[in-house]
């Protein structure tokens, strides 16, 4: 299979969300036909909610063995448990709560008031993505992730110029400038999102027009983090046409 990066383009948001949820389904049932447990990669952006919220509405939910499914998190804001900057509160809302599923299959990262510091809350997502591991690699396979991307190109915690883009050893950062709030957070790094199967980006709105023209042209990662991101098999940019205005027509493909 190619990991040649493709770029779907939908109608608009609503339509964006539906597609990518009707995929994610099928793919879903099609891996567990394939594996005993497959692991998913969350990201906690506006459209990454509204797919999940549409999982949950969809009449196919119900069709998956959620128990054989383990989900992760790109990156987290670092607030208290339950807190409504959280990326796990928000996927629990919208999707989580909802679904029959041990607690042991979501990997959430510590909340700040877990009794860890910052630093030891990376660390603790390294242990439990280790303990997780399968074959020779130190990593669980990511079968599915899914990340935004903001109108920097940030993705993930993964801001441009950071130290943290360019972190070739660590699987987990600890942030503490981000230039968006809340400054401190905890992210996967690149190497870790590029052992991914499948990278899944989700984009909306004409704000990210110039970021997915730069991404496509191979604009340096440590200036647009998103150009930095692929999968190992596939690489699919869900985008709406806001998004696309600035790609040329014959690297995308339209959904509708």
């Given at each position: 299979?190619?990991?040649?990066?493709?770029?779907?383009?939908?109608?608009?948001?609503?339509?964006?969300?539906?597609?990518?949820?009707?995929?994610?389904?099928?793919?879903?049932?099609?891996?567990?036909?394939?594996?005993?447990?497959?692991?998913?990669?969350?990201?906690?952006?506006?459209?990454?909610?509204?797919?999940?919220?549409?999982?949950?509405?969809?009449?196919?939910?119900?069709?998956?063995?959620?128990?054989?499914?383990?989900?992760?998190?790109?990156?987290?804001?670092?607030?208290?448990?339950?807190?409504?900057?959280?990326?796990?509160?928000?996927?629990?809302?919208?999707?989580?709560?909802?679904?029959?599923?041990?607690?042991?299959?979501?990997?959430?990262?510590?909340?700040?008031?877990e009794g860890l510091t910052l630093d030891?809350?990376?660390?603790?997502?390294?242990?439990?993505?280790?303990?997780?591991?399968?074959?020779?690699?130190?990593?669980?396979?990511?079968?599915?992730?899914?990340?935004?991307?903001?109108?920097?190109?940030?993705?993930?915690?993964?801001?441009?110029?950071?130290?943290?883009?360019?972190?070739?050893?660590?699987?987990?950062?600890?942030?503490?400038?981000?230039?968006?709030?809340?400054?401190?957070?905890?992210?996967?790094?690149?190497?870790?999102?590029?052992?991914?199967?499948?990278?899944?980006?989700?984009?909306?709105?004409?704000?990210?027009?110039?970021?997915?023209?730069?991404?496509?042209?191979?604009?340096?990662?440590?200036?647009?983090?998103?150009?930095?991101?692929?999968?190992?098999?596939?690489?699919?940019?869900?985008?709406?046409?806001?998004?696309?205005?600035?790609?040329?027509?014959?690297?995308?493909?339209?959904?509708?």
């Open positions: 299979m190619s990991n040649e990066r493709r770029v779907l383009v939908h109608a608009d948001a609503e339509a964006l969300a539906a597609s990518i949820t009707a995929r994610f389904l099928t793919k879903v049932i099609d891996l567990l036909d394939e594996r005993e447990r497959i692991n998913v990669v969350l990201e906690g952006g506006r459209v990454g909610v509204r797919v999940l919220e549409a999982i949950n509405a969809s009449p196919a939910r119900d069709g998956v063995d959620w128990s054989r499914v383990h989900f992760w998190w790109c990156d987290e804001r670092w607030a208290p448990a339950g807190h409504d900057d959280r990326n796990d509160t928000k996927a629990r809302r919208a999707l989580l709560d909802h679904i029959d599923q041990p607690a042991e299959c979501v990997h959430a990262f510590a909340a700040s008031d030891e809350a990376a660390s603790a997502y390294s242990d439990d993505l280790a303990a997780h591991a399968e074959g020779d690699s130190s990593l669980p396979v990511f079968d599915i992730t899914f990340l935004g991307v903001g109108p920097d190109g940030h993705t993930a915690s993964l801001f441009p110029d950071s130290a943290e883009v360019s972190e070739r050893d660590a699987c987990v950062v600890a942030v503490r400038n981000a230039p968006k709030p809340p400054p401190e957070r905890l992210s996967l790094t690149r190497h870790v999102l590029n052992s991914s199967q499948r990278i899944w980006v989700e984009m909306s709105g004409a704000d990210k027009a110039s970021v997915l023209g730069l991404a496509l042209a191979g604009a340096a990662y440590t200036e647009v983090p998103i150009a930095g991101v692929k999968g190992r098999k596939r690489t699919v940019f869900f985008v709406d046409n806001a998004a696309a205005s600035e790609v040329p027509e014959h690297l995308i493909a339209r959904d509708y």
